[in-house]
């Protein structure tokens, strides 16, 4: 199946920052859209950040604009996030996903198969 595959989490205190990467075995990302979507406990799967394609625009959800940052590795056909300053309600399960590329990139429904996510943990 068309599925990505999620790394990178881990425990970190407040203020701290991580790099989440996104790798698509079998399959280049350069010209497809990509989103980063967190799912926390009792809570609705959100869209967190996505890039339209190589070179595209990028948009952000207004709860971690001026903190996290998506990026591409062509060479390396990889995806990241990197997230700094970091919040206690920012700890969730993080998944990427291909998403349609117009300007509802953040609410697109997936394109290819949920992964297991990786699990991002901010406490002291």
């Known amino acids: 199946q068309l599925q990505l595959v999620e790394s990178g989490g881990s425990l970190v205190q407040p203020g701290g920052s991580l790099r989440l990467s996104c790798a698509a075995p079998?399959?280049?990302?350069?010209?497809?859209?990509v989103a980063w979507f967190r799912q926390a406990p009792g809570k609705e799967r959100e869209g967190v950040s996505c890039?339209?394609?190589?070179?595209?625009?990028?948009h952000n959800a207004d709860s971690v604009k001026g903190r996290f940052t998506m990026s591409r590795d062509n060479a390396k056909n990889t995806v990241y996030l990197q997230m700094n300053n970091l919040k206690p309600e920012d700890s969730a399960v993080y998944y990427c996903?291909?998403?349609?590329?117009?300007?509802?990139?953040?609410?697109?429904?997936?394109?290819?198969?949920w992964g297991q996510g990786t699990q991002v943990t901010v406490s002291s």
């Open positions: 996903a291909l998403v349609l590329g117009g300007t509802s990139c953040l609410t697109s429904p997936p394109l290819s198969s």
């Open positions: 079998g399959f280049t990302l350069d010209y497809h859209a």
């Open positions: 890039m339209r394609s190589s070179g595209g625009s990028t």
